[in-house]
C-alpha cells in the first residue's frame, strides 16, 4: 500500500499534506536554530506572548498558541523562575514574565 505519496493522495489532500509537512519543517529549523537557548519554538512563542503582554492568562495563551490548556510548558517556566503565579482582583489566577512592567 502506498502512502503520502502525491500519486495516493488527492489534489485537496495533497495539498493539507504539503502544507503541514512545510509547518513541521519550519518548526523543526526554528527548535534547531534555538537549541543553543535550550527552548523550542513553543516555548518561544509562550515567552513572546507574555512578554509583549498579547496573553496574560494560561487560557489566553492556549487558545492563541493552540495548544493544550493544561499547559506543562507553562508549569516549565515557573519551574525555572521564568515566569510566575499572580492572583488577579476576581480570584483568577494568570501566568505573567518577570520582565512585565520592567519598561
Known sequence: MDHDT???LSAVQNIGYQLTKAGNLVTA???MALNDLRITS???????????????????????????AG?????KFIGKG??????????????????????
Open 42 to 68: 513553543r516555548q518561544l512563542g509562550i515567552v513572546l506572548a507574555t512578554q509583549r503582554g498579547l496573553a496574560a492568562t494560561p487560557v489566553e495563551l492556549a487558545k492563541m498558541l493552540s495548544i493544550d
Open 82 to 103: 521564568a515566569l510566575s503565579r499572580v492572583i488577579q482582583f476576581f480570584g483568577q489566577k494568570s501566568d505573567r514574565s518577570e520582565n512585565e512592567g520592567a519598561d
Open 29 to 31: 529549523d526554528v527548535d
Open 6 to 8: 502525491s500519486a495516493s
Open 71 to 75: 499547559l506543562r510548558l507553562l508549569q
